[in-house]
């Protein structure tokens, strides 16, 4: 069974810094893409990052783009979203997202997500 | 950066009823288009990758066409259980959303 638990959530304050993580079990991480997706409270979806299965493809939202970055260890089976320069408008609830293969396409597998709050 | 549209925003539909979502891109994506579900409180669930491929466990009644920058969802003889919020996403270019397109109950 596929399973992604992300933590590292909780409250941040503006221009501050926040680390989060994705622990992957059940599948072979490194033969697949990863993703972080977030939803403010009663928005839609929105792709924040997503890094290939070697990390040599990554991409980010313009949103967050320069204050962002993903990483992933395979060895660990993990995923990383380093969260700096904190904005108000960051707060959501922050998804792990299994890709459907190797290169940035389709978000199969979500975990339950880990709530990303920016506040003073 | 490519954007998608999504209509309509939202509408009411009756149990049995084919409803149908539209998704349109910026530019042409080619086939680059997936459709995800969400209920409320709940994680989005992928139902088609690749305009019209069912992921697997999804009921036949879900079909998905388009090709460039307009597709579209089509649920034929909507049951309890698909009232919920219907996502297209394209990657073509990354990642993009659409904006969802909310189904209730009429």
């Known amino acids: 069974e596929v399973l992604l638990v992300e933590s590292g959530g909780g409250l941040g304050q503006p221009g501050r810094s926040l680390r989060l993580s994705c622990a992957a079990s059940g599948f072979s991480f490194d033969d697949y893409a990863m993703h972080w997706v977030r939803q403010a409270p009663g928005k839609g979806l929105e792709w924040v990052s997503g890094i290939s299965w070697n990390s040599g493809k990554l991409g980010y939202a313009d949103s967050v783009k320069g204050r962002f970055t993903i990483s992933r260890d395979n060895a660990k089976k993990s995923l990383y979203l380093e969260m700096n320069s904190l904005k108000p408008e960051d707060t959501a609830l922050y998804h792990c997202v299994r890709d459907l293969e190797l290169d940035l396409r389709g978000l199969e597998y979500w975990g339950l997500g880990t709530l990303v709050t920016v506040s003073s | 950066d490519i954007q998608m549209t999504q209509s309509p925003s939202s509408l009411s539909a009756s149990v049995g009823d084919r409803v149908t979502i539209t998704c349109q891109a910026s530019q042409d994506i080619g086939n680059y288009l997936n459709w995800y579900q969400q209920k409320p409180g709940k994680a989005p669930k992928l139902l088609i990758y690749d305009v019209i491929n069912l992921e697997r466990g999804v009921p036949s009644r879900f079909s998905g066409s388009g090709l460039g920058t307009k597709f579209i969802l089509t649920i034929s003889g909507l049951q309890p259980e698909d009232f919920a919020t219907y996502y297209c996403?394209?990657?073509?270019?990354?990642?993009?959303f659409g904006p969802g397109t909310k189904v209730e109950i009429k």
């Open positions: 996403q394209q990657y073509d270019n990354l990642l993009t």
